[in-house]
């Protein structure tokens, strides 16, 4: 099953449906009044030796593994992420297939002080400006999904509405794209949004391949400190999060033993 196209395919409808309930006129003037902006990338950019950054994430479910944590309060989750030391959150809006919302994402950043990343698939200017307007940080930009001037228009537009930019990529050419559009901090997607099978080593190998001003963020399939570990080595330092945080019995101490040598 190809995961991805039945995602898309939803989310397009899915677009459509809110720009007539909500005109871009409308949302548009409300990302130009945000003036409360949290530094997403900052922190993640300039990472100390040795330091371990931790974007935590908030996921209810995933297309090939179901429910992981239906009934999480993102309230709770989000102040344990902050009290188990994340650098940043991550909050999946997708409501179909990750059973996510934009009021999970609003009920995170009002309960802590941490920056808020909207992780979403992201097809449509709309949805950037709208990013803005729900309080998101930063979003997040899949290259796989983008045509090559999208993907620039996108990543400029966040920035000028104050929001940080995770551009995440799976392989080598879509690597390229997002260096030629400007992109300087990069999500390396271990997992195969096709397929959703994962391959933890996937970021180290292409970690190697990026640019002197850009930084990786090797995100998926970290299931314990020894894939810290393993990234560390290989140079990364930045690592979202999500699945085996969700399932801990006690988020904020697994959180604190993923970045505790």
């Known amino acids: 099953m190809n995961f991805l196209q039945s995602i898309l395919e939803t989310k397009s409808i899915q677009v459509a449906a809110a720009m007539k309930a909500l005109p871009l006129g409308k949302v548009q003037k409300a990302a130009a009044a945000r003036t409360d902006f949290r530094d997403f990338a900052g922190p993640l950019m300039h990472v100390e030796k040795g330091r371990v950054n931790i974007i935590a994430e908030i996921k209810r479910a995933s297309p090939s593994k179901g429910t992981i944590r239906a009934d999480a309060d993102a309230t709770v989750f989000a102040q344990a ?96 794209a997002a260096a030629k559009a400007g992109a300087r901090l990069i999500g390396i997607n271990n997992r195969n949004l096709d397929s959703f099978d994962t391959d933890i080593t996937r970021a180290a190998r292409m970690a190697a391949q990026l640019g002197k001003n850009m930084v990786s963020v090797s995100a998926s399939g970290v299931s314990g400190r020894q894939d810290i570990e393993d990234g560390l080595r290989t140079g990364i330092h930045n690592f979202l999060v999500g699945e085996s945080i969700m399932r801990a019995t006690h988020p904020e101490s697994f959180l604190r033993s993923l970045m505790e040598s």
């Open 81 to 176: 992420y902050e009290r188990g030391g994340a650098a940043a959150i991550s909050v999946l809006t997708e409501t179909e297939y990750f059973k996510g919302s934009v009021e999970d994402l609003q009920a995170a950043r009002n309960a802590q002080g941490l920056p808020v990343l909207r992780k979403d698939f992201i097809i449509s200017e709309y949805q950037v400006y709208e990013s803005a307007a729900i309080g998101a940080d930063a979003i997040l930009l899949i290259v796989r999904i983008l045509d090559e001037k999208s993907l620039g228009r996108y990543l400029s537009l966040a920035g000028d509405l104050g929001m940080s930019v995770l551009v995440e990529v799976f392989a080598e050419e879509e690597l390229k």
